[in-house]
């Protein structure tokens, strides 16, 4: 069935350190694909997505490439910020029904200064 | 402009109590509707859909239900709790559309004892 795999946390950087987290999915056809992002106190918001293979969502300094060749999105970021610190989750359109968002665990990335 | 309301943000309850959580939504008509779960070390499971009035969809079955009885309310109940209902609950809501982003609240922490 569909699955997302994602980089297991927690994750604490350097300030203008560069961010790498990892995501692959495992899905049948051709799924859109999703960053969340939880800022702390805060529900979930979309940080960036793409919906089709190839394409780079991009948001706030952070990006992100659809490879359909080794089913990944990982997510990165040149430059971390303090403010930067959230839990991220990967995600998958599945397709089925109202927009069937299947998530990740979520990674905890803390910025230090 | 789009607002969601999720209460309570914590609730303690004993096995074999009902429950109800309630979400509602201002600013927009006809929402998609969406619970989700996370429990502790595992990615969002999304619980029930709704595209209308009346109108729930259950992605797994389980020992809670759902309804819709406006159209910006979304309620999660259950006729007796489970241990195993212990979680963190989302809702969130979208605009009807494939790859609607989705606006989350700030979730309900559910301690089942």
């Known amino acids: 069935g569909d699955s997302v795999t994602q980089m297991e946390g927690p994750v604490t950087l350097s300030k203008e350190a560069f961010l790498t987290i990892n995501c692959t999915y495992t899905?049948?056809?051709?799924?859109?694909l999703f960053w969340y992002v939880q800022y702390p106190g805060e529900g979930l918001q979309l940080l960036l997505k793409?919906?089709?293979?190839?394409d780079k969502g991009s948001n706030k300094g952070f990006e992100a490439t659809y490879r359909k060749e080794t089913t990944s999105f990982h997510l990165e970021k040149g430059s971390v910020q303090v403010s930067d610190s959230a839990v991220y989750f990967c995600a998958l359109n599945k397709q089925t029904g109202a927009n069937n968002l299947f998530f990740g665990t979520g990674t905890r990335l803390t910025v230090i200064p | 402009s789009q607002t969601i309301h999720q209460w309570p943000a914590t609730l303690v309850q004993p096995v074999g109590s009902p429950l109800s959580l309630e979400c509602t939504v201002e600013?927009?008509?006809?929402?998609?509707l969406y619970w989700y779960r996370q429990a502790a070390g595992r990615g969002l499971q999304l619980l029930f859909y709704?595209?209308?009035?009346?109108?729930i969809s259950s992605e797994v079955p389980q020992n809670l239900s759902a309804s819709r009885p406006q159209d910006r309310q979304f309620i999660l109940s259950s006729k007796k709790l489970l241990l195993s209902d212990s979680g963190f609950y989302l809702c969130a809501w979208s605009e009807t559309g494939r790859d609607s982003p989705l606006h989350f609240g700030n979730g309900t922490r559910l301690t089942v004892t």
């Open positions: 709704s595209v209308g009035i009346g109108q």
């Open positions: 600013g927009t008509s006809n929402p998609n």
């Open positions: 793409a919906t089709k293979a190839d």
């Open positions: 899905a049948t056809g051709y799924p859109s």
